[in-house]
């Protein structure tokens, strides 16, 4: 997250009294659209916002009225000093939501026609209607304000969601104005869900399954029915940040932005190949309140978890900021004989002044996971797929383990060379070390009996990342362009060994115990095995018509990929791969009204070439890069505090798969995949809120050898995913707010033959939240229940990763303080 600058340009002068002058100047950063701005902010005083604030002082709710409202504050210290207010919940529009937080103060508000509020000092037989008579101090202005490059999008009514996020290269937009399907997860949201992993967060999403099992030591994803790996996302538009083996660290994130579809234009090649969308976490920033808050946690049967959130500003004008994020648990899960030891501390730093914005991220993560979960395959195509295990039921060995850590940085920055014209820069790095020692399980019938190969593997991972840019705006006649340039690089060294130590046989309703084996000789360090180089360059126009009402975009991005394995034992070269290429994106929007878009793209993904997994004959053979093609229309609607988007999509991509026969991976043939997305988020009714969809999808391959498969489902591809999330403040208790999720998967293959399938599941989440003061602290109380059912199932299907299980019904408990 960049950092954010107050509007001076907006702010009344006020004279300072006793010379202190206290300067809030808190923005949830309004995106809002040129046709809005050029009016009497309507969409501040009338569009209805959900406040949850409670009883304090006068200064303080103010900042936090800011906060959630997504206005900027200007605030006089002496006319505020010493005032209480009684706070104010539920969704209002924000005229009356300001008046209520004033209840007592005797101080009043009026908005100008420019879109401001002033604060007024009523005499004590004052109305609010005469109280623009009385004798005025120096102003509280509240107003309106674009979001810029440096400014998040506000969180939408709910706060579970903000109004728009980063769409690449193109920077950060209104969700009306985006042509892309994007969605932004609110740091507010994510943690009244208890979120452990970006995995949690991604569910709330019907296009986005994951295909690792829960609760282990990894997030692999599907999006729009394609893999989707963690080395995939991206950290404030950076590749290369974002640890391969993320247990933890969510912490530290303000937004998780999900933007669907191929993104070769808008943020580069992945580096592990994902095309189905793109994920890109927003690292915390330090807000002008002070923050202290301490969240307690307790999941599953007995892991026990701290959080402490700090955040300041510092200088005369606030402009230097440094905010920390330390978290630690640790304890025993639901399955049997497994733990879990998350830690993580990260620490980001920023600079704001009137031209130069700098920030800076630095973390540390720490992992170890004991009888970690994995995934299962199989070993032919004879059997139907057998039902799943107990979910607690642990198909490894308790002297299994899976540890990693992780080092990371970046800096970034940018500067106003000229009005309408800003350079950017960043650049980071990461260095990953990995040990675990595991088995793969390969299933040789219906009766569920197993085949398990023992893995002693150790690996790492350096990266070095940078981007570097020019954003800027000008005028054709009628026209207004928004040019963008971005050159980005991301060298990657990368080691791993994978020998099988051992091999033993079971069934996983039953699986045995056994001893372990010897390591003596295996290596617990990987030497060099692949290094790889992802170049590019960028451009793109947004082109803006009629009064801003019809946006084009246009934009090729120039990529090349550079790619040199090398053998194990010896540090020889073997396999190499050198190619460029051009995938260019066309997207529009038309704004039908303030309320309501339509939107068109066409855009390419380019993919490096798939890695053959672990366990299959030809594990770590890397693949020429693929290149994907997706078109897609859609419509959006904001109804003011609940909006409804819809698209239709279709992505075509070169697959991959696993031999079942010679257990060999290969790509072969295409997989189409065309589909319908409802989405929706907000407020439906005072106090109620939804959150989720559906998607209904058809995977298809074509082009397969010889035709053999052509027609056939594609592999992990469900026909219908459905998540709908649920809150509803209960009337009759103030600050309780009950809520649930259902979350629903159809049927999937298992194989290009559609001979193996796994069925469909259904899982339900409930929980419950109290907002509240403890010793005098405010205080929010949160339960929930993950997996109400504690139901069995088969979560995932898909070819590189195989079979992934759903986790065990989970408790989660957790309490947060703000001192």
Avoid: C
Avoid at 518 to 534: N, V
Avoid at 550 to 576: H, K, M
Avoid at 734 to 743: A, V
């Amino acid at each position: 997250m960049a950092p954010v600058r107050a509007s001076h340009s907006s702010v009344h002068a006020v004279s300072p009294l006793r010379g202190a002058v206290l300067s809030l100047a808190l923005m949830a950063m309004a995106s809002v659209s040129p046709q809005s701005l050029a009016q009497p902010a309507p969409a501040a005083g009338e569009a209805r916002v959900r406040f949850d604030i409670p009883a304090g002082t006068l200064d303080q709710n103010l900042v936090r009225f800011g906060r959630q409202s997504g206005l900027q504050i200007t605030v006089n210290a002496e006319l505020t000093a010493g005032l209480r207010s009684p706070g104010v919940s539920g969704s209002h529009p924000a005229d009356d939501a300001l008046r209520q937080l004033l209840g007592g103060t005797g101080l009043s508000a009026q908005r100008g026609g420019s879109g401001e509020y002033t604060l007024r000092r009523a005499p004590p037989s004052a109305t609010p209607a005469d109280a623009g008579a009385a004798g005025t101090l120096p102003a509280v202005t509240v107003s309106a304000d674009a979001a810029t490059a440096d400014r998040l999008p506000p969180a939408y009514a709910g706060a579970q969601v903000a109004r728009g996020g980063r769409a690449g290269l193109l920077g950060n937009k209104d969700f009306l104005e985006t042509p892309f399907n994007l969605t932004s997860f609110t740091a507010e949201g994510i943690q009244d869900q208890q979120a452990r992993t970006i995995g949690d967060v991604v569910k709330n999403d019907p296009s986005v399954r994951t295909i690792w099992p829960d609760g282990s030591y990894i997030n692999q994803f599907t999006i729009r029915g394609f893999p989707t790996q963690t080395s995939d996302m991206a950290v404030n538009g950076l590749y290369g940040i974002v640890a391969p083996q993320m247990t933890g660290g969510l912490e530290s994130i303000e937004r998780v932005e999900l933007l669907k579809g191929p993104g070769a234009l808008l943020n580069g090649m992945a580096p592990t190949g994902g095309i189905g969308g793109n994920i890109n976490l927003v690292t915390k920033r330090a807000g002008d309140e002070p923050l202290t808050q301490l969240t307690t946690s307790y999941y599953a049967s007995a892991q026990f978890g701290q959080h402490l959130d700090l955040g300041r500003r510092f200088g005369d004008d606030k402009q230097w900021g440094l905010r920390f994020n330390g978290a630690y648990r640790d304890g025993d899960t639901g399955v049997d004989d497994q733990s879990q030891r998350a830690g993580s501390a990260t620490l980001g730093l920023d600079y704001r002044g009137d031209r130069v914005r700098l920030s800076a991220d630095l973390g540390y993560h720490d992992m170890r996971t004991d009888a970690p979960t994995r995934i299962a395959y199989t070993d032919n195509a004879n059997f139907q797929i057998p039902r799943a295990p107990d979910n607690t039921l642990s198909l490894g060995q308790p002297w299994y383990f899976a540890k990693s850590q992780d080092r990371f940085g970046m800096v970034q920055g940018e500067v106003d060379i000229a009005p309408g014209l800003t350079a950017f820069a960043a650049v980071g790095g990461r260095r990953n070390e990995f040990l675990g020692l595991y088995n793969f399980i390969y299933l040789r019938n219906a009766l569920g009996d197993f085949r398990a190969n023992q893995y002693y593997q150790p690996t790492y991972s350096d990266t070095r990342t940078a981007m570097a840019g020019l954003r800027g705006q000008f005028d054709t006649g009628s026209v207004r362009h928004e040019i963008n340039l971005n050159l980005s690089t991301l060298h990657t060294e990368s080691g791993v060994l994978a020998p099988v130590i051992s091999t033993y046989t079971g069934n996983m309703y039953r699986p045995p115990v056994i001893a372990q084996p010897a390591l003596t000789g295996y290596a617990s360090t990987a030497p060099k095995t692949a290094e790889s180089d992802l170049r590019s360059i960028a451009i793109a126009d947004t082109l803006h018509f009629l009064d801003d009402r019809v946006q084009l975009t246009l934009g090729l991005r120039q990529q090349s990929v550079e790619v040199q394995n090398f053998n194990a034992a010896t540090g020889a070269p073997t396999t190499a791969y050198d190619k460029e290429r051009v995938t260019p994106a066309a997207a529009l929007v038309v704004r039908v009204s303030q309320a309501f878009s339509v939107y068109g793209n066409y855009i390419e993904g380019l993919s490096q070439g798939p890695s053959a997994p672990a366990g299959t004959r030809n594990a770590g053979e890397v693949f020429a890069p693929l290149r994907a093609r997706q078109v897609e229309a859609g419509a959006k609607y904001d109804f003011g505090r609940f909006a409804v988007t819809a698209s239709v999509f279709q992505i075509e991509q070169p697959s991959g798969l696993t031999d079942s026969a010679t257990n060999t991976y290969r790509v072969d043939g295409e997989q189409r995949n065309r589909g319908i997305e409802l989405n929706t988020f907000g407020e439906v009714a005072r106090g109620i809120r939804l959150l989720g969809g559906v998607t209904f999808m058809k995977g298809v391959q074509t082009r397969t050898a010889n035709g053999l498969f052509d027609g056939n489902k594609a592999i992990g591809v469900p026909t219908t995913q459905f998540n709908l999330g649920s809150e509803w403040d209960l009337p009759a208790v103030q600050g309780l707010t009950l809520t649930g999720r259902l979350i629903y998967t159809s049927s999937q293959y298992y194989n290009a033959a559609n001979t193996q399938s796994i069925p469909a599941w259904t899982r339900v989440d409930i929980g419950a939240r109290y907002r509240t003061r403890i010793a005098d602290l405010p205080a929010t109380l949160r339960v929930g229940i993950e997996n109400l059912a504690d139901k069995d199932y088969w979560a995932a299907a898909s070819s590189a990763f195989g079979l992934a299980r759903g986790a065990p019904r989970t408790f989660l408990l957790s309490a947060t303080f703000d001192f």
